[in-house]
Protein backbone atom coordinates (compact mmCIF):
# COMPACT_ATOMS: atom_id res chain seq x y z
CA UNK A 1 0.00 0.00 0.00
CA UNK A 2 1.02 3.88 -0.82
CA UNK A 3 2.22 5.89 1.97
CA UNK A 4 4.35 8.02 4.24
CA UNK A 5 6.46 6.30 6.60
CA UNK A 6 8.11 8.35 9.79
CA UNK A 7 10.19 7.08 11.94
CA UNK A 8 11.32 6.57 14.82
CA UNK A 9 7.73 6.77 16.75
CA UNK A 10 8.75 8.03 19.82
CA UNK A 11 12.58 9.96 20.40
CA UNK A 12 13.79 11.41 23.57
CA UNK A 13 17.01 13.97 23.51
CA UNK A 14 18.58 15.56 25.63
CA UNK A 15 18.92 19.41 25.51
CA UNK A 16 22.08 19.95 22.80
CA UNK A 17 21.37 17.03 20.64
CA UNK A 18 20.39 17.32 17.16
CA UNK A 19 18.42 14.50 16.37
CA UNK A 20 17.11 13.48 12.79
CA UNK A 21 13.37 12.09 11.89
CA UNK A 22 12.66 10.20 8.88
CA UNK A 23 10.26 10.58 6.56
CA UNK A 24 9.95 8.26 3.23
CA UNK A 25 7.11 8.31 0.76
CA UNK A 26 5.92 5.27 -1.93
CA UNK A 27 3.32 7.74 -3.25
CA UNK A 28 5.55 9.18 -6.26
CA UNK A 29 4.39 12.67 -4.82
CA UNK A 30 6.33 15.64 -5.63
CA UNK A 31 6.09 18.15 -3.05
CA UNK A 32 6.78 16.76 0.72
CA UNK A 33 6.02 19.04 3.81
CA UNK A 34 7.29 18.80 7.48
CA UNK A 35 4.53 20.28 10.07
CA UNK A 36 5.24 20.70 13.99
CA UNK A 37 1.80 20.22 15.86
CA UNK A 38 1.54 21.46 19.73
CA UNK A 39 -1.30 20.37 21.96
CA UNK A 40 -4.31 22.88 21.38
CA UNK A 41 -2.34 24.07 17.84
CA UNK A 42 -2.61 23.01 14.72
CA UNK A 43 -0.48 22.54 12.35
CA UNK A 44 2.71 24.88 11.63
CA UNK A 45 4.66 24.30 8.36
CA UNK A 46 8.08 23.98 9.42
CA UNK A 47 10.28 23.19 5.58
CA UNK A 48 8.93 21.94 2.21
CA UNK A 49 9.85 20.79 -1.20
CA UNK A 50 8.49 20.90 -4.08
CA UNK A 51 11.37 19.21 -6.22
CA UNK A 52 14.58 17.29 -5.80
CA UNK A 53 17.37 19.41 -4.08
CA UNK A 54 15.44 22.33 -3.44
CA UNK A 55 13.22 23.50 -0.38
CA UNK A 56 12.01 26.86 1.50
CA UNK A 57 11.55 27.54 4.98
CA UNK A 58 7.92 27.39 6.32
CA UNK A 59 6.33 29.73 9.19
CA UNK A 60 8.94 28.37 11.46
CA UNK A 61 11.72 27.34 10.48
CA UNK A 62 14.33 28.62 13.03
CA UNK A 63 16.45 25.45 14.78
CA UNK A 64 15.22 23.01 11.78
CA UNK A 65 17.20 21.75 8.69
CA UNK A 66 16.19 19.59 6.09
CA UNK A 67 17.34 17.81 2.85
CA UNK A 68 15.93 16.54 -0.41
CA UNK A 69 18.11 14.54 -2.06
CA UNK A 70 15.60 11.86 -3.57
CA UNK A 71 12.43 12.54 -4.71
CA UNK A 72 11.25 9.96 -1.65
CA UNK A 73 12.79 11.04 1.22
CA UNK A 74 12.71 14.27 3.04
CA UNK A 75 14.17 14.07 6.78
CA UNK A 76 14.19 16.39 9.04
CA UNK A 77 17.22 17.67 12.04
CA UNK A 78 16.00 19.40 14.66
CA UNK A 79 19.19 21.33 16.33
CA UNK A 80 20.24 22.57 19.44
CA UNK A 81 19.16 25.87 18.30
CA UNK A 82 15.57 24.82 18.38
CA UNK A 83 14.67 26.05 22.26
CA UNK A 84 11.58 23.86 22.74
CA UNK A 85 11.82 21.10 20.24
CA UNK A 86 9.39 18.97 22.38
CA UNK A 87 6.13 18.28 20.23
CA UNK A 88 4.68 16.34 17.66
CA UNK A 89 6.28 16.47 14.17
CA UNK A 90 4.39 15.56 10.87
CA UNK A 91 5.47 14.48 7.47
CA UNK A 92 3.68 15.00 4.48
CA UNK A 93 3.46 14.85 0.72
CA UNK A 94 1.52 15.72 -2.01
CA UNK A 95 1.17 16.28 -5.60
CA UNK A 96 2.49 19.25 -5.31
CA UNK A 97 0.03 20.94 -8.22
CA UNK A 98 -1.64 24.28 -8.07
CA UNK A 99 -5.33 23.69 -6.36
CA UNK A 100 -6.19 21.91 -4.06
CA UNK A 101 -3.14 20.38 -3.19
CA UNK A 102 -4.62 17.40 -0.71
CA UNK A 103 -2.10 16.37 1.52
CA UNK A 104 -1.27 12.75 2.66
CA UNK A 105 0.67 12.53 6.50
CA UNK A 106 2.12 10.10 8.07
CA UNK A 107 1.97 8.76 11.24
CA UNK A 108 4.09 11.35 13.27
CA UNK A 109 6.85 11.90 15.48
CA UNK A 110 6.64 12.91 18.79
CA UNK A 111 10.30 14.10 20.37
CA UNK A 112 10.57 14.83 24.09
CA UNK A 113 13.43 16.58 25.14
CA UNK A 114 14.45 15.78 28.89
CA UNK B 1 -4.85 37.96 13.86
CA UNK B 2 -4.66 34.44 12.29
CA UNK B 3 -5.73 33.77 8.95
CA UNK B 4 -7.75 31.14 9.59
CA UNK B 5 -9.76 30.61 13.02
CA UNK B 6 -11.75 27.40 13.83
CA UNK B 7 -14.36 27.43 17.09
CA UNK B 8 -12.00 25.55 19.84
CA UNK B 9 -14.37 23.30 22.00
CA UNK B 10 -13.67 20.95 22.92
CA UNK B 11 -17.10 19.26 21.90
CA UNK B 12 -18.94 16.00 23.52
CA UNK B 13 -21.84 14.68 22.33
CA UNK B 14 -24.08 11.76 22.96
CA UNK B 15 -24.14 9.09 20.28
CA UNK B 16 -26.72 9.92 17.46
CA UNK B 17 -26.54 13.68 17.49
CA UNK B 18 -25.84 16.03 14.98
CA UNK B 19 -22.78 17.95 15.21
CA UNK B 20 -21.37 20.97 13.58
CA UNK B 21 -17.67 22.35 13.50
CA UNK B 22 -16.89 25.59 12.28
CA UNK B 23 -13.98 27.92 10.68
CA UNK B 24 -13.97 31.37 9.67
CA UNK B 25 -10.80 33.20 7.89
CA UNK B 26 -10.01 36.28 6.62
CA UNK B 27 -7.88 35.68 3.23
CA UNK B 28 -9.95 36.62 0.10
CA UNK B 29 -7.50 34.22 -0.93
CA UNK B 30 -8.16 31.07 -0.37
CA UNK B 31 -9.80 29.18 -2.97
CA UNK B 32 -9.91 25.34 -1.65
CA UNK B 33 -11.58 24.01 1.90
CA UNK B 34 -10.50 20.94 3.83
CA UNK B 35 -11.73 19.00 6.79
CA UNK B 36 -9.06 16.68 8.36
CA UNK B 37 -10.05 14.28 10.71
CA UNK B 38 -7.03 13.01 13.48
CA UNK B 39 -7.74 10.16 15.68
CA UNK B 40 -5.25 10.69 18.73
CA UNK B 41 -1.77 10.37 18.42
CA UNK B 42 -2.19 9.78 14.45
CA UNK B 43 -1.75 11.99 11.41
CA UNK B 44 -4.59 13.73 9.84
CA UNK B 45 -6.86 12.38 7.36
CA UNK B 46 -8.74 14.26 4.41
CA UNK B 47 -12.37 13.82 5.11
CA UNK B 48 -13.08 15.88 2.47
CA UNK B 49 -12.80 19.22 0.49
CA UNK B 50 -14.70 21.86 -1.43
CA UNK B 51 -14.15 24.96 -4.46
CA UNK B 52 -17.58 26.26 -4.56
CA UNK B 53 -19.45 27.89 -1.88
CA UNK B 54 -22.42 25.61 -1.06
CA UNK B 55 -23.06 22.15 0.53
CA UNK B 56 -21.07 18.99 -0.56
CA UNK B 57 -22.02 15.51 1.07
CA UNK B 58 -20.41 12.41 1.49
CA UNK B 59 -22.39 9.42 3.79
CA UNK B 60 -22.80 11.25 7.42
CA UNK B 61 -20.60 13.88 6.42
CA UNK B 62 -21.87 17.31 4.98
CA UNK B 63 -19.00 20.21 4.38
CA UNK B 64 -20.35 23.66 3.65
CA UNK B 65 -18.89 26.69 2.36
CA UNK B 66 -20.08 30.75 2.43
CA UNK B 67 -17.78 32.62 0.90
CA UNK B 68 -19.61 36.21 1.46
CA UNK B 69 -18.81 35.67 4.89
CA UNK B 70 -16.08 33.42 5.07
CA UNK B 71 -17.23 31.10 6.88
CA UNK B 72 -17.28 27.16 6.87
CA UNK B 73 -18.87 24.20 8.72
CA UNK B 74 -18.64 20.69 8.81
CA UNK B 75 -21.47 18.58 9.71
CA UNK B 76 -21.62 15.18 11.03
CA UNK B 77 -25.53 12.93 11.54
CA UNK B 78 -26.25 10.84 13.50
CA UNK B 79 -23.13 10.85 15.53
CA UNK B 80 -20.85 8.07 16.11
CA UNK B 81 -18.73 6.84 19.05
CA UNK B 82 -15.40 5.98 16.00
CA UNK B 83 -16.16 10.05 15.33
CA UNK B 84 -14.59 11.07 18.00
CA UNK B 85 -11.43 12.90 17.29
CA UNK B 86 -9.43 16.07 16.64
CA UNK B 87 -11.02 17.88 13.18
CA UNK B 88 -8.93 20.36 11.74
CA UNK B 89 -10.07 22.94 8.69
CA UNK B 90 -7.69 23.67 6.38
CA UNK B 91 -7.69 26.25 3.23
CA UNK B 92 -5.04 26.52 0.35
CA UNK B 93 -4.48 29.25 -2.05
CA UNK B 94 -4.84 28.98 -5.38
CA UNK B 95 -0.75 27.97 -5.33
CA UNK B 96 -1.39 25.01 -2.97
CA UNK B 97 -0.03 26.36 0.59
CA UNK B 98 -2.66 25.03 3.18
CA UNK B 99 -3.25 26.92 6.13
CA UNK B 100 -4.79 24.96 8.76
CA UNK B 101 -7.33 25.86 11.81
CA UNK B 102 -6.10 24.76 15.40
CA UNK B 103 -8.50 21.73 15.47
CA UNK B 104 -11.55 21.07 17.38
CA UNK B 105 -11.65 17.91 19.55
CA UNK B 106 -14.86 16.21 19.40
CA UNK B 107 -16.29 12.84 22.08
CA UNK B 108 -19.21 11.27 21.28
CA UNK B 109 -20.43 9.92 23.97
CA UNK B 110 -21.98 5.82 23.75
Known amino acids: DGGITQSPKYLFRKEGQNVTLSCEQN?????MYWYRQDPGQGLRLIYY???????QKGDIAEGYSVSREKKESFPLTVTSAQKNPTAFYLC?????????????FGAGSRLTVL | QKEVEQDPGPLSVPEGAIVSLNCTYS??????FMWYRQYSRKGPELLMY????GNKEDGRFTAQVDKSSKYISLFIRDSQPSDSATYLC??????????FGDGTTLTVKP
Open chain 1, 92 to 104: ASSRGESGANVLT
Open chain 1, 27 to 31: LNHDA
Open chain 1, 49 to 55: SQIVNDF
Open chain 2, 27 to 32: NSAFQY
Open chain 2, 50 to 53: TYSS
Open chain 2, 90 to 99: AMTRYEGKST
